[in-house]
């Protein structure tokens, strides 16, 4: 039966729309670009990933936040806790974070880590323990040390079996360093471990990019990733961070304070986590800069007790080098100062930024020698009265013609000084006790 003109005409505009729509989704196909290249873009993008070793039951062993500048190749690791407290909105009430992967699943789990620490974690990878002792098994096993042989039984009865020194582990040794615990171990011992693990993994990766890090050979890899990437993505961004120098990974940790909740041992972020917040901000910021690990000293210029003892935690947690804390010459200070030894004004700026501290001077002539505390750090601090153990209060700023001046967060910083409280000459450069 022959076609009406009006069907015809359908059916042509039917094909052409349907070329149209094939054309299209082609187009689509061809021009996508994964979250990992878009964000390369941006010549001062630091990419951030949630990196979760597990177990086989769907739990979290260790979890940490890889922090990477393309840039500058740096990059930073915070370790997150399992016992990290918190009301979460996930499961609706107060519990440890590892809680919410049990419960809710990697998704959910990379979300409340990302509002703990202030920032967006668009990259996760999740390895489990069988997929790490295939994984280490492909890159033909990694290397780690191990202090002492570790002859032991676990609870249910498994045999734990490592030799000592600087050893290659295959698969299943690397699963037992994952899982195993000794009597004598201390938390931050295992913490230590578990992150050298991942730090290994990514060194291994590096060492075996030309092998595996390669659309032909790639997914013997992903098989044994679980990732919210695809392949094209997740190559991009292992070709990426494995241009990282490992050996040069110093792990941060969240500092926190433990309490009792339902009968389990929580640690809460200090300073209702702000602090955490600030020092990943910091912390992104360095990634883009030149400037090394910062060495300082803390001396305490008032009659507070534990004064530089507790900044010394604070800073020591923003990945600071405190070399040493002590008392000053005085406990008459009034105000917080932070005395540049060598010259290093950026480096001035930052710590200045971190305490809220304007007051920023050089040191002076006779200040900094080879007999001198100050000769092995590159600041030295006093805290003063106006020091609240976080932050400088009232942005105090000594007269112009006292010093020449530095701008740190929109006020003005000392260079030099003649004041009394600038005299940091007489330090008693003690180490100091708990007391102080």
Request: glycine share 8%.
């Amino acid at each position: 039966m022959a076609l009406t003109k009006g069907v015809k005409n359908v059916i042509l505009m039917g094909s052409m729309l349907f070329i149209v729509l094939v054309v299209a989704v082609i187009s689509i196909i061809t021009l996508r670009t994964d979250p990992v290249s878009e964000s390369l873009k941006d010549e001062n993008s630091i990419l951030p990933v949630l990196w979760v070793l597990s177990d086989d039951e769907g739990n979290a062993l260790t979890t940490n936040v890889l922090l990477y500048s393309p840039k500058t190749k740096k990059a930073a690791m915070f370790y997150i806790a399992g016992n990290t407290g918190a009301i979460y909105d996930s499961i609706g009430r107060t519990d440890r974070i590892d809680a919410v992967y049990k419960e809710k699943g990697l998704e959910t789990y990379n979300e409340e880590i990302a509002d703990i620490l202030g920032i967006n974690i668009p990259f996760t990878i999740d390895i489990s323990l069988s997929q790490l002792g295939e994984l280490v098994d492909l890159l033909g096993g990694i290397k780690l040390f191990v202090p002492s042989p570790v002859d032991e039984k676990s609870k249910n009865g498994d045999l734990w079996l490592l030799p000592s020194g600087a050893v290659n582990l295959d698969g299943d040794k690397i699963r037992t360093y994952m899982v195993y615990q000794l009597p004598e171990e201390n938390e931050e011992e295992a913490l230590s471990r578990r992150q050298n693990i991942l730090i290994s993994v990514i060194a291994a990766l590096k060492d075996n990019k030309s092998t595996f890090l390669n659309k032909k050979n790639f997914n013997i890899v992903s098989s044994r990733l679980t990732t919210n990437l695809d392949n094209d993505g997740l190559i991009v961004l292992l070709n990426v961070i494995t241009n990282m120098d490992t050996e040069a990974l110093d792990p941060l940790s969240i500092q926190g304070i433990p309490r009792t909740v339902d009968g389990q041992i929580l640690t809460f972020p200090l300073y209702n986590g702000d602090l955490i917040k600030e020092v990943v901000q910091q912390t992104e910021e360095g990634l883009l800069t030149s400037l090394q690990k910062l060495a300082v000293s803390i001396y305490n210029g008032t009659e507070i007790q534990g004064l530089a003892h507790n900044t010394m935690i604070v800073m020591r947690s923003a990945n600071y080098d405190v070399i040493s804390t002590g008392n000053a010459d005085s406990t008459g200070y009034a105000h917080t100062v932070i005395i540049d030894n060598y010259g290093n004004e950026e480096g001035a700026k930052q710590i200045g930024n971190f305490l809220h501290c304007s007051y920023i001077r050089k040191a002076r002539q006779g200040e900094v020698n080879a007999d001198s505390d100050a000769a092995i750090v590159d600041f030295t601090i006093i805290l003063g009265e106006d020091f609240d153990g976080r932050y400088v209060v009232g942005n105090y700023t000594p007269p112009e013609e006292e010093s020449e001046e530095v701008e740190v967060n929109g006020g003005q910083a000392a260079g030099t000084g003649t004041s009394s409280e600038d005299n940091a000459t007489e330090q008693t450069g003690s180490v100091e006790s708990d007391a102080n």
